[in-house]
């Protein structure tokens, strides 16, 4: 294990660094977590595109939210928050799945995979007014076809559609 106390090397408002012996990551302030939302909307999984400033480009993606950034939501309530914000889908129900790390040995960052139930169209979604969301409906058995064409056009893609390419999800 790690020797010594951690270290803050630097802090903002969302974010720090910190170093821990060798190791340096980043950590969230405020123990902020995040939600990434599975949801079909007749036979379609509901993707989101949105420009992503570190990554230099727009990238495809689950919907998603952070907890606890902005109010006092628990993982269910941003979970539809973010579902109708960003995608204007709403669900009768959310199922937890499990807490995961994306990127273990670079952040602490962890966020709870949830599965939207009974989707029902309520608008267009897009976000909000300083984001700019497409949202994509793909046929289950076309995604990887589709993160093909994306990332052939220049689209960064996320991590987490990797459940897609498998059968992690059958």
């Not at 903002?12 to 821990?20: C, E, P, S, T, V």
């Not at 670079?106 to 976000?127: D, N, P, Q």
């Not at 984001?131 to 987490?160: H, N, Q, T, Y």
Request: charged residues 30%.
């Amino acid at each position: 294990m790690t020797d010594g106390e951690p270290i803050v090397r630097w802090e903002g408002k969302y974010l720090r660094a910190i170093q821990h012996g060798r190791w340096e990551y980043a950590d969230r302030c405020n123990a902020v977590s995040a939600v990434v939302i599975i949801a079909e909307y007749e036979g379609q999984v509901v993707l989101v595109e949105q420009e992503r400033v570190p990554l230099g480009r727009r990238c495809l993606e689950l919907p998603a939210g952070l907890v606890g950034d902005e109010d006092d939501l628990g993982i269910e309530e941003t979970a539809l928050k973010e579902l109708r914000e960003e995608t204007g889908f709403t669900a009768t129900r959310i199922e937890r799945l499990g807490e995961f790390y994306p990127s273990p040995g670079m952040v602490t960052e962890s966020f709870t995979l949830v599965r939207a139930h009974g989707l029902t169209r309520i608008g267009e979604g897009g976000g909000t007014s300083d984001e700019s969301i497409e949202v994509r409906l793909v046929p289950r058995a076309d995604i990887p076809a589709f993160i093909a064409e994306r990332r052939a056009a220049g689209i960064a893609i996320d991590v987490k559609l990797l459940l897609f390419l498998g059968s992690l999800l059958d």
